[in-house]
Structure formats: C-alpha cells, structure tokens
C-alpha cells in the first residue's frame, strides 16, 4: 500500500507492507487524517521527542504515558487524527462490521502491548492507506457524518480536556494565548462550558478570525495589546483561568507575570525545549499552573458526539485538503499560520 513515511529525516513517498489484522484488530482504509503540530515536531525533532518521552515515563515510575516511543531509525508513517472505513474484521473482534465508517482512539493491541498508531513503527499511521485498529475501542460515525469532519475528533478532544482538567465552571472568565489548532479547540470547548468572556491572543490574522468563529468574545493581536490588559478591558471582575497554547519558550513565564493573583494557568502547549520561570512570581501571587495531556476516553466519544450533532462546528477549521503525495508539502504550508489551521490528508 501506498503511504508518507518519515525515513532519515525526509518525508518520503513509498510502498509499504499491506498490514493483516490480528486477534481482535480490524484492518481499515483511512478516509481522512489531520496534520498534527505533534507530526510537525516529530519530522524536524524526532530524537529530542523519544528522548524526552523515555525520561518523562522512567522519572514518573511508570506512571506516565505518552505516544513518542518509536524508533528513528526505522521506518515511520505518521498520522493519528482519523476516520476510516472497516475493510475487514479480524479474529476474535467485535462490535464492529465490515463497511463502517468509524473513528478511535489512536491506539491498538497485540500480544505485546499497547502500541500508538501513527507513532509505532509497526502500525502505520493514517498517511497510509489502510491501518490496524483495535475493534474493543473503535466508536461508529454517527449521523453520516463526513470523514473530514469525524476525523477531528482527536484534536478538539484535546482541547475538551485541558478544560475538564482546569475546572473552569461559569462565573469565570478565560484567557487563551495562542489560537492555533489546540488553542481554537481550547475556545470551542469553553463555549460549549458556557464561559465568558472568552478573550484570545494570536499573531495571525488568519488565526483571530478563527477563534471568534470558534467562540471567542474578544480577540487581540499582542503586539498591538497586551492580552492581559484585554481582559481588563472586556471584563476585569471575575476569577480568571489562563490557557496557554503557543507551546514556545517564555510563554509560561509571561503568563505568570501578567496573571492576576490566584489565578489558575493551564498549560496545553507543548514545548520541546528548556524553558524557564521565576517561581517567585507564582509564589507571590499564589497561582496554580497546572499541565494537559491527550483526553480520556469518554472525553473522545463526546467530543466525536458533539461533532455529529452540529453543536461543535469543525468545518471552519479545516482549511485545506491533500492526498499522500502532498503531505511533504502540505507540512511547509503549516509552517505559515494565516495560510492554514488544519490540513487533512485522503489517501
């Protein structure tokens, strides 16, 4: 089969072993898969990435769980955002038949453990034509809900869960810095919570425009306002909870010095460099920061609900569409934020 495969380094375009599903696996063919900033990272930092993911799991005692685990130096077909199409169901599955369409947690069983599709080296990824999932944990698109759509279940469960995990209720208003794809799913899941008001920071016009599609009640370019000084501005009166979704070096550190004292900073972006703080600050000011991760698997099946009964609208988002042989290309296009939010490959 035909699929992008991350080899040396390069993005390359190549034939790979058809996989055969196992016990309990179902073999599917990928109908829609978005390009994840993780995918992004992963091209141009793929040794930092598994570095990082091995100390984080052996300081944490086994208690820590992450997707970054494959090997570099062999073969890899990204691609973890998707919906696809049962093509056939293997021994001993269940509660799937063939011609479903469905969408799944990015994960699948074998004898040897849990293996992340999309970032093993065994289970290829949705920049293939076809995948090995687990059927226990497959969930069927509801509604004919189109494949692109359903295929953003991942990323806007992501940003379901940093709101979950903050606690933010009604009565209190949040800040979001950084309106990219987590960002804009951190938006559209405090409007579904009822929260206002919403303000969001980004430096891309393109991206501003996005967040007030999602939800957002105010939006600011920083170099003009501070982000801060917005909600001042807008609000000013309720407790505030700080989103933090830019995921570069010095964001953290802003955002405790301009949060107002006990206020709660939820970190979603994901920096894969050395950053720093001044714990003063947050002592000062008795602020919590508190880290996101992924989603939980009820948080997934909502997130996939709440797509297909049009109460969270994805189809703003997706900005762009490509086969396999323009994944390479579509990376560079993401390198340029009012040129895209979300590209989505079809094999």
């Not at 790979?16 to 599903?21: E, I, L, M, S, T």
């Not at 799991?57 to 990204?78: N, Y």
């Not at 606690?167 to 009822?194: C, D, H, Q, S, Y």
Request: with cysteine; glycine share 10%; net charge negative.
């Amino acid at each position: 089969m035909k699929a992008e495969i991350l080899r040396g380094g390069e993005m390359v375009v190549d034939d790979v072993p058809d996989p055969v599903p196992g016990e309990g696996q179902v073999l599917v063919q990928t109908k829609a898969c978005g390009i994840c900033g993780s995918d992004l990272h992963a091209a141009k930092h793929a040794d930092r990435m598994v570095e990082m993911t091995k100390d984080a799991v052996e300081s944490a005692g086994g208690g820590a769980t992450s997707m970054f685990g494959f090997d570099t130096g062999r073969d890899l077909v990204m691609g973890h955002e998707f919906a696809a199409e049962v093509l056939e169901v293997g021994p001993g599955a269940a509660g799937v038949s063939q011609g479903q369409t469905v969408v799944s947690l990015p994960v699948v069983a074998d004898q040897r453990g849990i293996h992340a599709v999309g970032y093993s080296n065994d289970y290829p990824g949705g920049y293939a034509e076809r995948m090995l999932l687990s059927a226990g944990i497959c969930l069927p698109v509801p509604n004919g809900l189109d494949t692109v759509h359903a295929a953003l279940t991942e990323p806007m469960a992501v940003g379901l869960h940093a709101v979950n995990r903050s606690e933010i209720a009604p009565g209190t208003a949040a800040l979001v810095f950084g309106a990219g794809p987590v960002g804009l799913a951190v938006i559209a899941a405090l409007r579904m919570k009822g929260i206002e008001p919403i303000v969001a920071a980004d430096f891309s016009a393109r991206r501003r425009e996005l967040a007030t599609t999602m939800g957002a009640d105010e939006v600011i370019d920083p170099r003009e306002e501070p982000a801060i000084d917005a909600w001042r501005r807008v609000d000013g009166r309720h407790p505030l909870v700080i989103f933090e979704a830019v995921g570069v070096p010095g964001v953290i550190d802003q955002a405790m010095r301009a949060a107002p004292s006990q206020t709660q900073i939820m970190v979603v972006g994901v920096c894969m460099e050395t950053d720093h703080m001044q714990p003063f600050m947050g002592i000062t000011k008795e602020l919590t920061v508190k880290f996101s991760m992924a989603y939980d698997p009820m948080e997934f099946a909502s997130t996939l609900q709440s797509i297909a009964d049009g109460e969270l609208d994805v189809d703003p988002l997706v900005t762009g569409t490509v086969g396999i042989d323009d994944v390479p290309q579509a990376f560079a296009d993401l390198a340029n934020p009012d040129a895209h939010a979300k590209i989505v490959v079809q094999p």
